[in-house]
C-alpha cells in the first residue's frame, strides 16, 4: 500500500510521503513537555501495519512536496473553468483526498484513515464512506486555510517538524531557528498533512517498531548561527508591525505560524514584499544543503508566503505565452 500511495502522489506533485509509527511523536512530545503543558496532543495510536512489499511497519505517513509541486498545480489551475478564493490550498486538500482515496478504497486491510492537516483541521474518512460516496464534501466550497494552524475548539495542531523529526529523514532545529532540514533537498520542503491508518482487525499488529536514528546534523555550525542571527533579526523587525508580521516576540511558536502562514500581501516581486515579512523569506536561503537543485523558482517561493494573486495570473500568462 505504501508504494501504491507514494507512487500516487508523486504523480501530483507531492513527492514527499514518510512513514512512522504515531507512537514515536507521541514519545517526543511527552518528553518535551509538550503534552502536559497543553501546548500538543497526542496523536491515536492504533496498531501498525506491515507493508509486505517493502517491510516497511508504520500507522501513519507524512506527506509533502519539494519544488515539483509548482508546476503540477499550475496546469491544474489553468484547466479550472472557474475562480477559486484559495487555489493553492483547494488543489492540495483535493488532490490528496482523491489519492488517498483511490489508493485506499479497496484495501481490504484499512478501516479508516484520518487526515491531520497543517491547520489543524482533523478530518475522518472510512472504507464504508468512500464505497458509498457518502462523504459529499465539496472542495470548491471549504474555505481551506490550512496551511498554518486554524484557531478553533475543535483544531487538533501536530508539530509536522517533530513529525518528520521522528521519520528519521530530517534534522529539526527546535532551539534556535525552527527550521527542518533534509539532508538533500534543504529547507525546501512542506508539510501539508499526517494521515494515519486504522487497519481492520485481522490485519492489526499490536507491536510497535522501534524509532528509526534521529538525522544527523546536516548543516555547519556556521550557517546555524547566520540562520538564528536572521531569524532573530526577523523577530525584532517584525514587531512594530503589529497587524501583519509583527507583535511577534512573546508569541508561542503556534501563533508565530499564524502569522507566517495566515497573510495575505502583496509579493508579485521582491521590491512589494513587505520588509517585515522579507527576513522570514531569506531564513530559509541562509542554508546551502539543497539550494543549488532543490529551491523554490521565485514565483513559488513568493506565493508561499505572501499568497498574492497576481503572482498565480502572471504565472498564467507566462504558461499562456509559452503555448502559443
Known sequence: MLRSIQRELRQKGFDLCHPFHTTWYNNLIRSEGLVDSGTLEVLPEPCAIHDKENGAVYNAVLIGNTKTLWPVFLNWLADQGHQ??????????????????????????????????????????????????????????????????????????????????????????????????HPEYGTWTAFRTVVVFEPNTETQLNCIPPAPQLCPCPVSGEEIKKAKEVFDHALKISSSDVEGYGATLDKSWAELCKYLHNTVCSGSDWDKVPSSMKPWIQLRDVISVGRQMWKYSDAQLLYHYTKDPEILRQELNRICEKDN
Open 84 to 181: 477559486i478564493a484559495s487555489p493553492l490550498d483547494t488543489f492540495v486538500e483535493q488532490t490528496i483526498h482523491r489519492s488517498l482515496e483511490h489508493c485506499c478504497r479497496d484495501n481490504p486491510e484499512i478501516k479508516c484513515y484520518e487526515f491531520f492537516w497543517s491547520n489543524g483541521k482533523r478530518q475522518r474518512v472510512s472504507n464504508k464512506d468512500i464505497l458509498t460516496e457518502s462523504t459529499g464534501h465539496d472542495f470548491n466550497k471549504t474555505n481551506n486555510q490550512y496551511h498554518c494552524f486554524d484557531y478553533q475548539d475543535t483544531s487538533f495542531l501536530v508539530s509536522m517538524q517533530r513529525v518528520a523529526k521522528v521519520s528519521g529523514q530530517y534534522w529539526h532545529d527546535d532551539e534556535a531557528t525552527k527550521l527542518c532540514v
